[in-house]
Structure formats: C-alpha cells, structure tokens
C-alpha cells in the first residue's frame, strides 16, 4: 500500500459546505491530482494494493458565537484496479463506481463522495446512457469494440441501484437550564471534586480564600468559575491588555490541563472560568495596582488546547474576556510587545 499524508490549508465554512461537500473539494483539488500522478508511476506494479491518503484540511465556524478554526482529517484508501479504472475511463458512470469502491472517512466517520448529484441519481442517467436494442451496431467488429463500456455501465448502474435514505437531521439541542435551581443541583453534585482539585491545585493556582469555585450563568451557559490571585512582576502604568495577556500565559494557561483532568464529563455544564485579581509584584493588596480579568472558556475549545492541537490565543479567540466587567479583544503577541496600549 501507498501512503501519502500532509496537510491542506483551505478554510472551509462549516456555515456554508457541508461535511461532505467539503470532502469532495479535498478530493478534487489535492487527491486526485497526486493519485494521477501514482497510478501512472505503479500501476504496473503487481505487489501494490491499494493507494492511502490522510490530509488535514480546516474549517472555520463559530463556537460560542466566536470565530474560531479546526482541523478536519479525510482519509481515502483506495484499490490499485479501482484506481487505474477511475483515471483510465472518461465515463463519468464508470468513474463514479471505482470511487465507491474506496474506504473514506471524515473525522473517523465513513462517507460517500458523489461526482455529480446524489447516488440514486446516477443510476438513472446510467440507464438512459445505455443502448436501446433498436440502436445497437450491426457491425459485430463495433459491437465487441462497445461491449466492455457497455458493461462498465451496467456494473456501474448496479452498484448504485440501492435507493439511498438521507439521514433526518440531529433534532436542535435543548437550551441548557441556567435556573439558580440548575447551577445548585450542579454545585451539590461537583463538591467533592471541587473540593479534592482546590486542595490539590491551591500551590499552583493560588486560590483566592474567601471566593469558592461556583457554577454561573454566562451567555446563556453555564460555567465552573474560580477566583485566582495573580502576581505579574510587571512595573506600574502598564497596559491592562498586557497585563491580561500575561496573567494568561503565566498562570491561566499553566492550570488548564491539571483542571480538565478533574472534569471528564463534558456534557454536564459548558467549560470553566477563571476570575483572577491581578496585583504587580511588591503591591499586593494595594487598589491602584489591581486588575480584574474574567476568562471564560468552552470544553470543546479547552480539550483542543489540552490536546495541543490548539494554540493559547485560539483558546482565547473561541472565548470570551472581560476586563473589569468589558469584554475585549486580546491578542497575545500584540499586547505582551507593548501593541495594545
């Protein structure tokens, strides 16, 4: 077997292709061309079987109404006689059933790519493409020199004759309950493990004494929220921006994967939040040099980080940041360079 991987910088819109759809771009426009090129190279190789692709490709959408891109892994595989049919037949028909011979997959999820329209589709303009009896050739040297495309068709039409059910669309998830009675159910059901990742995490995070984590409402979810002390040794006058954006790479950033290995259930409230006091260093507890800064991120964004396939300030672009009580915008290079002022 072949095997070719790599990595598409194309993002798609989640919003305006479909997953399939976006598969079939893929294909087109990287698979193919290098499968021309292999077939050509092996096909009379009698020991290769078969032709593998992975290639990442990203899209983009919004998570928490935020922008925010992913990466998406179709894989192909192949046979060697069902590759060299789908570039050697210029029949549309012919091709399509050499390409329903490959194993796909979206994300680890099987999928079918159609050239054209819809697979039951196929199969009928298959049937109008074959000769009528009437018409056929009364030359028996044209007649054996049509067969095998007429009966490339007819293999063709019957794989596709299978009258295909489109999937009913997933019904809309129900709105999560934000009620005070919701978020106290939540905090008697989290207790112990809140309580277990305080005592253990406490050096680390420098809780803050007098504030316990507690499960909020924010934007219409709910989030595991809690109070951190953080000292930056940072000089007075600096930019908030920069302030915030250090508080994150120094200490926020720091305490993501040990929490998320307190929370292996992410079905129950939405992600976690950090409320952190910021103080610079030789002023603690002194009003003029404190900051109040709020991350507030989502569980598909933190597992992506805790994955590393996910960098910090995407992590900050697929949430939200407030600065005493206003959200903003933070980009991390700009404001630790002094940009953002």
């Not at 709105?175 to 309580?195: C, F, I, K, M, Y």
């Not at 040099?289 to 597992?303: I, N």
């Amino acid at each position: 077997m072949l095997e070719i991987t790599g990595n598409y910088y194309a993002a798609y819109s989640a919003d305006k292709m479909s997953p399939e759809q976006r598969a079939k771009e893929t294909y087109t426009q990287v698979i193919l061309p290098f499968l021309k090129l292999e077939v050509q190279r092996f096909q009379g190789n009698a020991s290769l079987q078969a032709y593998a692709f992975e290639i990442s490709h990203h899209v983009s959408g919004k998570v928490m109404g935020v922008a925010m891109e992913r990466p998406e892994n179709l894989v192909l595989i192949l046979p060697q006689q069902a590759a060299i049919r789908l570039l050697g037949s210029k029949d549309e028909n012919v091709q399509q059933a050499a390409l329903l011979q490959a194993e796909i997959y979206l994300n680890a999820s099987p999928v079918t790519l159609w050239l054209k329209g819809e697979g039951p589709q196929l199969a009928t303009q298959a049937s109008r493409e074959e000769p009528h009896p009437a018409t056929a050739p009364n030359s028996s040297v044209e007649a054996v020199r049509r067969e095998p495309e007429v009966e490339e068709r007819r293999e063709a039409a019957a794989i596709r004759v299978p009258n295909l059910k489109a999937k009913p669309a997933d019904p809309p998830a129900p709105p999560r309950d934000t009620s005070p009675q919701a978020l106290a159910s939540l905090q008697v059901a989290n207790q112990q493990t809140l309580a277990a990742l305080v005592k253990a995490l406490d050096s680390q995070a420098h809780f803050v004494s007098y504030a316990t984590p507690s499960f909020v409402a924010f934007r219409n979810a709910v989030f595991v929220e809690f109070s951190v002390n953080t000292t930056l040794s940072e000089s007075p006058g600096g930019s908030r921006y920069r302030l915030a954006a250090l508080a994150f790479d120094n200490h926020i950033a720091h305490l993501i994967r040990p929490f998320l290995g307190y929370f292996k259930d992410d079905s129950q409230f939405d992600g976690i939040g950090f409320s952190a006091s910021l103080h610079l260093s030789g002023k603690v507890g002194a009003s003029s040099s404190s900051e109040a800064v709020e991350f507030f991120f989502p569980f598909p964004a933190l597992r992506c980080y805790e994955r590393y396939d996910c960098t910090g300030q995407q992590l900050i672009d697929a949430g939200v940041v407030l600065i005493n009580g206003e959200r903003v915008g933070l980009d991390l290079q700009a404001a630790e360079g002094g940009g953002a002022r």
